[in-house]
């Protein structure tokens, strides 16, 4: 009896132990430099790019395992290899810029380790080249 107790106690601990690893949050294990970026007006039918920069700040290598678009207009790519403590590197959000409009996208960032990706997000207005070239040059 003495020994099903101390296995049911030890299962337990480990099955905590387990539990609190596995909820690991993004923003232990990396820290983004912005997690939002306004293009503000950009024209028409020429695409642009915003790099999101980051420092792995956790005790292991960060490993990204996906960046994925909330739509088929934003293409994200991120370092395939492991990033060590204290090392930086970046997610580059692309956006086409295909429909005229106001846009707010989001990046969903999949780190290894991490149940919840991280939210990342792009906005702007795209505008007709003729409605551009309008606005006062700077």
Do not use: Y
């Not at 997690?35 to 980051?54: C, E, L, S, W």
């Not at 088929?72 to 403590?85: E, L, V």
């Amino acid at each position: 009896m003495k020994k099903l107790l101390l296995l049911a106690v030890v299962f337990s601990f480990g099955f905590t132990a387990f539990a609190q690893n596995a909820s690991k949050k993004a923003e232990e294990v990396v820290k983004f430099q912005e997690i939002r970026f306004n293009f503000g007006k950009i024209k028409q039918g020429v695409p642009v790019t915003h790099d999101f920069q980051f420092t792995n700040i956790g005790t292991e290598p960060l490993i990204i395992e996906t960046a994925s678009a909330s739509c088929g207009c934003t293409t994200p790519t991120w370092p395939k290899q492991p990033i060590m403590n204290a090392k930086d590197d970046k997610v580059k959000a692309g956006f086409n810029a295909a429909a005229p409009g106001p846009f707010e996208k989001t990046i969903f960032v999949k780190i290894k380790g991490v149940d919840a990706p991280f939210e990342l997000k792009i906005s702007g207005e795209v505008l007709s080249a003729a409605d551009f070239d309008k606005l006062p040059k700077k």
